[in-house]
């Protein structure tokens, strides 16, 4: 029988699966995502969640408490970023939640709590655990201070934007940077555009809102910075205005065409122009490492 219930929805999948595929061949590969599903499980288990069905590479669990799904979510990321190996590889996980009302019906899930998550899970990145504003509410005060709000966004039936927030799983000290709308805006129509060594990355277009800088495999765009962490900071077009967001352990330099030089440690800062900066390390002529940006 139906039951209308109030409850967390956590999607979590692989990143890259059908590469996976491509590389190791369908049995070597079904291993290691077999291994990985079983290793998030145990996880969802130990803080109280339940199976509802894995689809592919992606498990749907719930939780009847939004604290115990936002735990495991990031104790997933936690653990597998340790180092852990799956038949012998590493992998890079993604995970969306959500906590509201949905229909229970003879262990499967519907409804607005399961359609919001699965939108959560959409916007994550590799070792992203992204979540709703709502959500981020019904927490206590140790994970909601984990959480950073970074975009807003729509989702079919609902009449107003949802805030889409990201938990900081690896934060220690996480802050905000406000920044003044009367700040100069980057090129309206135009792209940014990063430049690492003969590589070149274009950021804002429909295909590419996001990129990810870091050390790790995962990262978008690839920095071998010895200070830098495996996904250290990320750029994001957000209505025709660029900003660099860092999620590191040692911090992001940053310094703009007319000389400014700034500090970001688990802060934003809406940039223009063009300049340059340094993952985990002063932007100076000694960081071999530097990444050029330029908003047209």
Same mark, same amino acid.
């Given at each position: 029988?139906?039951?209308?219930?109030?409850?967390?929805?956590?999607?979590?999948?692989?990143?890259?699966?059908?590469?996976?595929?491509?590389?190791?061949?369908?049995?070597?590969?079904?291993?290691?995502?077999?291994?990985?599903?079983?290793?998030?499980?145990?996880?969802?288990?130990?803080? =109280?969640?339940?199976?509802?069905?894995? @689809?592919? *590479?992606?498990?749907? #669990?719930?939780? !009847?408490?939004? +604290?115990? %799904?936002? $735990?495991?979510?990031?104790?997933?990321?936690?653990?597998?970023?340790?180092?852990?190996?799956?038949?012998?590889?590493?992998?890079?996980?993604?995970? =969306?939640?959500?906590?509201?009302?949905? @229909?229970? *019906?003879?262990?499967? #899930?519907?409804? !607005?709590?399961? +359609?919001? %998550?699965? $939108?959560?899970?959409?916007?994550?990145?590799?070792?992203?655990?992204?979540?709703?504003?709502?959500?981020?509410?019904?927490?206590?005060?140790?994970?909601?201070?984990?959480?950073?709000?970074?975009?807003?966004?729509?989702?079919?039936?609902?009449?107003?934007?949802?805030?889409?927030?990201?938990?900081?799983?690896?934060?220690?000290?996480?802050?905000?940077?406000?920044?003044?709308?009367?700040?100069?805006?980057?090129?309206?129509?135009?792209?940014?555009?990063?430049?690492?060594?003969?590589?070149?990355?274009?950021?804002?277009?429909?295909?590419?809102?996001?990129?990810?800088?870091?050390?790790?495999?995962?990262?978008?765009?690839?920095?071998?910075?010895?200070?830098?962490?495996?996904?250290?900071?990320?750029?994001?077009?957000?209505?025709?205005?660029?900003?660099?967001?860092?999620?590191?352990?040692?911090?992001?330099?940053?310094?703009?065409?007319?000389?400014?030089?700034?500090?970001?440690?688990?802060?934003?800062?809406?940039?223009?122009?063009?300049?340059?900066?340094?993952?985990?390390?002063?932007?100076?002529?000694?960081?071999?490492?530097?990444?050029?940006?330029?908003?047209?």
């Amino acid at each position: 029988m139906a039951e209308n219930v109030n409850t967390s929805i956590l999607f979590a999948d692989v990143c890259g699966s059908t590469r996976l595929y491509e590389t190791l061949g369908d049995q070597r590969a079904q291993q290691v995502i077999g291994e990985c599903i079983a290793f998030m499980l145990e996880i969802v288990e130990q803080h =109280g969640g339940t199976l509802v069905k894995t @689809i592919g *590479d992606e498990i749907m #669990v719930r939780f !009847d408490d939004a +604290n115990q %799904a936002v $735990r495991a979510a990031c104790e997933i990321q936690e653990e597998n970023e340790s180092g852990r190996q799956y038949a012998g590889h590493r992998i890079a996980l993604r995970a =969306g939640l959500h906590h509201g009302p949905a @229909i229970l *019906d003879d262990g499967d #899930v519907f409804g !607005d709590a399961v +359609n919001v %998550a699965a $939108r959560m899970a959409g916007i994550a990145k590799a070792t992203q655990v992204i979540t709703t504003g709502d959500t981020v509410a019904l927490l206590d005060t140790e994970l909601a201070d984990m959480a950073r709000e970074f975009d807003r966004t729509t989702v079919k039936g609902k009449s107003v934007e949802l805030r889409i927030c990201e938990i900081l799983w690896e934060a220690d000290d996480v802050t905000t940077m406000n920044v003044p709308s009367a700040v100069r805006p980057a090129g309206e129509q135009g792209l940014l555009i990063l430049r690492y060594e003969g590589q070149e990355v274009k950021v804002g277009s429909v295909e590419r809102p996001v990129i990810t800088l870091g050390r790790g495999s995962q990262a978008d765009m690839v920095i071998p910075a010895p200070l830098a962490s495996r996904v250290h900071c990320r750029f994001e077009s957000r209505r025709g205005k660029f900003v660099v967001v860092d999620q590191s352990t040692n911090g992001t330099f940053v310094r703009t065409a007319d000389g400014e030089n700034v500090y970001l440690r688990r802060e934003e800062l809406l940039i223009w122009g063009s300049g340059c900066i340094g993952l985990g390390e002063d932007v100076s002529e000694a960081n071999q490492h530097l990444v050029h940006f330029t908003c047209p």
